[in-house]
């Protein structure tokens, strides 16, 4: 799957929310609060870099990826990126205090102090394209910033992992899993020009 639109002169921002329908909208509102990026310190999978607790899943960040697991019926989602470079990954606008993760009775074992994050950076990800996950409430964001002269066309995503994967009349991409479905609402693209956001039409193609 790629997201095609035409090469832009000036930066361009594609917008993608993660969201998730395996819990219910009561479910949903009761744990619509900040979510946050947590550094992994060792306390889970070592491809892991950063990991967020989101509404009915976990997403894990990986150096190229990201995989969303869900709370129930072990289901897991990869996402990657082929023909993507190594990217620099940095958690960014630190948050204020520190998670710990007492796992077991060996104290020598436990993690913490661990630095939160409301936003983590992949610097590089293609040649002119940087892809940014920003925490919200209830949802996540993902955006890619692509670079003036740079064709959005060299993005893509590769899914694995899910029972169907749908492109619904909204552009939305409906993600089946075992547990329910997971939604990532159509991109919304646009362009800053002298201080104003101006939309750029754009959308997802799904092949393979």
Not at 16 to 21: F, Y
Not at 38 to 56: S, V
Request: with cysteine.
């Amino acid at each position: 799957m790629q997201i095609k639109i035409q090469s832009l002169a000036i930066v361009l921002f594609v917008s993608i929310v993660l969201a998730g329908t395996a819990v219910s909208a009561a479910e949903m509102s009761s744990t619509a609060i900040p979510l946050c990026f947590i550094q992994n310190n060792g306390q889970t999978d070592e491809q892991a870099l950063f990991f967020a607790d989101a509404p009915g899943y976990t997403l894990y960040l990986t150096g190229n990826g990201q995989v969303m697991s869900t709370a129930d019926a072990g289901a897991a989602v990869s996402i990657t990126y082929p023909g993507a470079g190594i990217a620099a990954v940095n958690g960014e606008d630190v948050l204020e205090g520190k998670a710990n993760f007492f796992i077991g009775n060996v104290e020598e074992e436990w993690v913490t102090d661990v630095p939160m994050y409301s936003t983590v950076r992949y610097d590089g990800l293609y040649d002119g394209v940087t892809l940014v996950y920003h925490g919200g409430k209830g949802v996540l964001k993902r955006e890619f910033v692509i670079e003036p002269g740079t064709n959005p066309s060299v993005i893509k995503m590769e899914y694995a992992g899910q029972d169907s994967l749908i492109l619904d009349e909204s552009g939305a991409i409906l993600i089946g899993t075992p547990a329910g479905m997971l939604i990532e609402t159509a991109p919304i693209c646009y362009q800053v020009v002298d201080g104003i956001q101006v939309e750029v039409p754009c959308g997802y193609v799904i092949s393979g």
